[in-house]
């Protein structure tokens, strides 16, 4: 079944024009995404191409990270609904919440979406804070997300790959690996279906 799958996304390529010795990551793509638009996916491996000469950051890890964190989409996800709760300044020491509001049951001002990582590269909020990120583009504008994403790999890069060779999966488990050393190794694990 997976020979077949290979040879359908080689056959693909080909009919758009893509040589895989020539194109390796479009086709990396195709056969992670096999239903891909096959223009947008040339032009994401195009970009990604380019961000990978720029900041010197493996390609097809680069590529599979993509692919786990978006399934190369443009779109803001790691949204969840949240209730405001209404205002209240006295909500210092150990009574609840609703008591020290005097709240009714069930009394919310409003239900909000709450969204904490965005674009193609899935950018933590705080990341985007720090690093002065645009959150608009990196939802709308695919060359400025894919860059925010290899911009942030290739900090972990330069921090981490002499000591570590799976660097890259701090990526989406951070620094602390002591503490979510099992999150680092199913992060691993996922990103290396696409590799």
């Known amino acids: ?56 950051i493996p390609s097809r890890i680069f590529t599979a990270i993509l692919m786990q964190e978006s399934h190369y989409t443009l779109k803001t996800n790691g949204c969840h609904k949240g209730l405001i709760l209404p205002k209240c300044d006295e909500l210092k020491g150990p009574e609840s919440i609703r008591a020290k509001c005097r709240m009714k049951p069930n009394e919310f001002v409003e239900e909000v979406k709450v969204c904490s990582d965005f674009g193609i590269a899935q950018i933590y909020y705080r990341t985007a804070r720090k690093l002065d990120m645009d959150i608009s583009k990196l939802t709308t504008d695919l060359e400025y997300s894919v860059e925010a994403g290899a911009i942030v790999l290739a900090g972990f890069m330069k921090r981490y790959e002499a000591k570590d060779n799976d660097w890259w999966v701090r990526y989406n488990c951070g620094t602390r690996s002591t503490t979510k050393r099992d999150t680092c190794q199913i992060y691993k694990k996922l990103v290396n279906r696409y590799l």
Not at 3 to 11: A, D, Q, S, T, V
């Open 1 to 56: 079944m997976k020979k077949l799958l290979i040879l359908l996304i080689l056959l693909s390529s080909a009919s758009y024009g893509a040589d895989c010795a020539k194109h390796p990551i479009f086709c990396q793509i195709t056969q992670n995404s096999p239903k891909i638009n096959q223009k947008y996916a040339m032009k994401l491996s195009d970009i990604i191409y380019k961000m990978h000469r720029k900041y010197h």
